[in-house]
């Protein structure tokens, strides 16, 4: 027996999945990452330790599942900033996806129209944590970085270089903010109206599914070397493919720390309000029409700490008040970088309202959870959901609240609990690189909406967006 290893470098944690043939995860380790949040709404990770928790993921699967191992497919955290040397060894922290430094200058480049530029020629809409504004915060505050630095990359690729050698991207990661989602190359034009053409050679070469050979060095104690190393997409699009998301119009809900919603679409819509991402897919002619907002499970785990509960507090929180959250309200926008889909709004702010003394700190659980799932039909409303839906993320893993998203959305879900669907797409990227038979997709439970909750949702719902409306003419600065 074979086994291909799925590799998912998360924002707090690296897990490591080994699939057999049919499908069956045999094996799983995982390491936590250390997040620092510092002052000034700003998150950084080592690199070096990051890479470290790879390569104790891969030496634990390889001394626990002793099979030849077919590949090894990486997949990760999306956006930032990497910047490494030569060897991918760190220059300085790297820069994360929830940063929001670059509030400033996304600011600029909204007012002087360079945001709605890059949209209308790539479909992506650019937020402080993407690698574009970083690069150019970079360029003002610190320069010698910059000049340190023989790539400015993402987790995953930085991941693969030290385990290969190989410099580059994929086309996922590279969508935002300047590659031609026609082409699949690098739009020069947009690189030089950011400012930022002095650093082109930073971006490393992109292909549609980099494919390496693990170093006899990278692992000692893993897979042997010469073991083909594939570098997936990016952890949004790896979780579609995992989930087996391939249809026109189908979309994914992964309820993590982001909300991330994604339909897959056989055109490149530029043409409405600047929002969200249009991410690559290893086939042409294939993208992901993506809403990643930043209101995931952050948001509830926050709520659950003001209230003194946990997660396994979840479903009596939720069984102890009605849908409607006994009239309590909630804006779940908690994240120090604002909203980044299915709008940007950098000063994004959340709130509560409706609250009176006979509150219990179960309404303000349940309006936060109704909050959410309001958010994620906001954006699956927005990316053009059609089709059929699945969702995983550790949200997924509370009946009650899959249930909250199903009756909210008014549709069946076919969830996929318990499973490492990001690892799994990476390691069905593996297969499809190296032309092997397809990995099966994972087991899903269906959860119905229940009618009558359908109804008074769909009135919460439109209650939800007008307040969003109301607020967001108040986000005007920090």
Not at 316 to 341: I, K
Request: with cysteine; aromatic share 6%.
């Amino acid at each position: 027996m074979r086994v291909t290893i799925g590799v998912d470098v998360g924002t707090t944690v690296t897990k490591a999945v080994g699939f057999t043939p049919d499908g069956r995860a045999v094996a799983v380790a995982s390491r936590p990452t250390v997040l620092r949040r510092l002052p000034g709404g700003r998150y950084e990770q080592n690199p070096d330790q990051v890479a470290a928790s790879v390569g104790e993921v891969l030496a634990e699967l390889a001394a626990r599942c002793p099979h030849p191992v077919t590949g090894i497919g990486v997949t990760g955290q999306g956006d930032g900033l990497w910047l490494v040397d030569r060897d991918a060894r760190a220059v300085r922290p790297a820069v994360s996806w929830l940063d929001g430094r670059a509030v400033g200058i996304l600011a600029e480049w909204s007012a002087d129209g360079r945001t709605a530029e890059v949209f209308r020629r790539t479909g992506n809409h650019l937020f402080p944590g993407a690698s574009g504004p970083l690069l150019a915060w970079m360029d003002t505050h610190e320069p010698a970085a910059l000049a340190g630095a023989a790539t400015a990359g993402y987790c995953k690729d930085v991941v693969v270089q030290r385990l290969t050698g190989l410099r580059a991207t994929e086309v996922s990661d590279a969508s935002a903010p300047f590659l031609d989602p026609h082409t699949r190359r690098y739009d020069e034009s947009l690189i030089d109206a950011c400012g930022l053409g002095r650093h082109r050679d930073l971006l490393a070469p992109v292909l549609a599914t980099p494919v390496g050979e693990l170093t006899a060095t990278a692992v000692p104690d893993g897979p042997p070397a010469g073991t083909p190393v594939v570098a997936a997409p990016y952890d949004l699009p790896a979780t579609a493919i995992g989930a087996g998301v391939t249809g026109v119009g189908d979309g994914v809900l992964i309820v993590g720390t982001t909300l991330a919603c994604q339909v897959v679409t056989d055109r490149v819509r530029t043409d409405g309000p600047p929002a969200g991402l249009t991410l690559s897919l290893p086939d042409p002619g294939r993208w992901l029409r993506a809403m990643p907002a930043m209101v995931g499970s952050a948001a509830l785990d926050w709520v659950l700490t003001l209230v003194g509960a946990t997660v396994d507090d979840l479903p009596a929180l939720l069984a102890a008040s009605p849908p409607g959250a006994n009239g309590v309200r909630m804006l779940p926008f908690l994240a120090e970088a604002g909203e980044r889909a299915p709008f940007t709004a950098p000063h994004a702010r959340g709130s509560f309202d409706g609250l009176r003394l006979g509150t219990a700190r179960a309404d303000l659980v349940r309006a936060a959870c109704e909050a959410i799932a309001y958010s994620a039909r906001h954006c699956l409303t927005a990316a053009g959901l059609t089709g059929r839906l699945s969702a995983c993320g550790g949200g997924i893993a509370s009946a009650e609240w899959r249930q909250i998203f199903a009756d909210v959305l008014g549709r069946p879900i076919h969830a996929h609990t318990g499973e490492q669907v990001g690892a799994r797409g990476a390691a069905r990227t593996v297969h499809a690189a190296l032309d092997l038979p397809p990995l099966p997709g994972p087991p899903a439970a269906v959860v119905t909406p229940d009618p009558a909750a359908v109804a008074d949702y769909e009135a919460g719902y439109a209650d939800y967006l007008r307040r969003l409306e109301r607020a967001r003419t108040g986000w005007t600065g920090p």
